[in-house]
């Protein structure tokens, strides 16, 4: 008999297959990405900072999960000896385990808060709330009470975390008490699968990415046929049948075009638990730019590097990169002249959330929004289009499909995703040439972005 734990519950009710995988060939399970690394990091440190809504509290696990048994009987010990408050408290009886994050006895009754790292409560959530519950009741322990916590994403950062602040806690217990009586169910039809010893035959489908990922995509992709899987990329679009060029709305896009033309591009962190006043939780937080500037058509038909004018910045950590990020761009993006971006919901988002944190910016801020333009459309619009581009309007399909001799391949970081680690990495790196060495390959890769567009727009 295998020892279901709450996140296998939700794998096999979410696919069985997946269970049996991950019991049985564990060693066919996706690479863990820098991207998923950061996710499971991220949820470690919230869950960390939840503790402190409930202080004084006792570690059950010890920082050792593995050792179950041990857990198990420790946290009936301190349950015993008078403790209110475990963390990582540890119930199970060989069939059924789970780590209860917080629990707590106030006035004689115990009660459970379930941590999340996201802004709301999902539904496969309340599910992890319900096996938690079940679990716990089982083992003999009474819950007059399980909470959900979740990040606030309106709170503001003001001098020192408020823990109070930071959370939301959501009372689930009327939600989940009517899931009880189905969990003995599931749990035993999740044993016979297992003990079956074959891998069930189950199609590829939604459930496969939503609402997260599965960690055995690939093996499944590889080895089964499928069902299709619904695309939201949202830079997706439907491929045409051949090549499109259609000049006149090419030209159409550039004659709006006023020189100088500034190619711009932002880089941003967006961290769980805010690392700066006047930010919240998740919020993007601009640390870098770069910016091409081509100061008339002339000087654009020549294409020298040495009279397009580059200009760039880069936050040093741990100070706030925002006041010398905008105060950099504002002195560098003239006050006339087109604003070159690719997506400009982005950048204008930022720029926009700059001005209401440091208003003193609004007005010259508000100014330079009316200058941008988004050089993403005319992809968008299927204006131009190549088979190369596979369907995609993203940055990086459309330069290798336009541009030959860039390319991001040769470069240590690749895609925004890895800007952003690298320089929150920045905030506890104390090795200079470390430190030296990441910055030198975040200038590298925003630099190339936009002269990626400058190299696009001559393509039009």
Known sequence: MKTISKSSFIRGTKCPKSLWLHFFQPEERDEISEGQQNIFDTGHDVGTWAQKLFPGGIDASRGEHEKVSEAIEYTQELIKNGQTVIYEAAFGDGETLCYMDILVKENGEWRAYEVKASTGIKDYHKMDAAFQYYVITQS????????????????????EIDVQQLFTIVPVTDTILPMQDSI??????????????????????????????????????THHTFDPIPDTHTSSIEHPASSIRNQDELNKFKDELNYPLYFMDFETIFPAIPLHDESRPYQQIPFQYSLHIIKNSEVAKRRNSEIIQHHYFLGSPSADPRPAFIESLLRHVGSSGSIIVWNKTFEMSRLREIARDFPVYQDRIEELLERVVDLMVPFRKKHLYTAEMNGSYS??????????????????????GSASLTYESLYFDNDPESVAKKREDLLKYCELDTLSMVRILERL
Do not use: W
């Not at 916590?149 to 709170?155: A, D, L, P, S, T």
């Not at 990922?213 to 690939?218: E, H, T």
């Open 184 to 221: 003995p169910d599931q749990l035993i039809s999740l044993q016979e699968m297992l003990d079956a010893g074959i891998v069930p035959n189950i199609e590829m489908g939604y459930r496969c990415t939503h609402p997260y990922n599965c960690d055995f995509i690939d093996f499944c992709t």
């Open 140 to 159: 003999g322990l009474a819950l007059a009470d399980i909470f959900l916590v979740h990040i606030n994403n309106q709170y503001v950062r003001h001098g």
């Open 395 to 416: 940055l990086k399909a459309v330069l290798p499909a336009l541009v030959s001799d860039l390319s991001y391949s040769d470069l240590e970081i690749q895609e925004g």
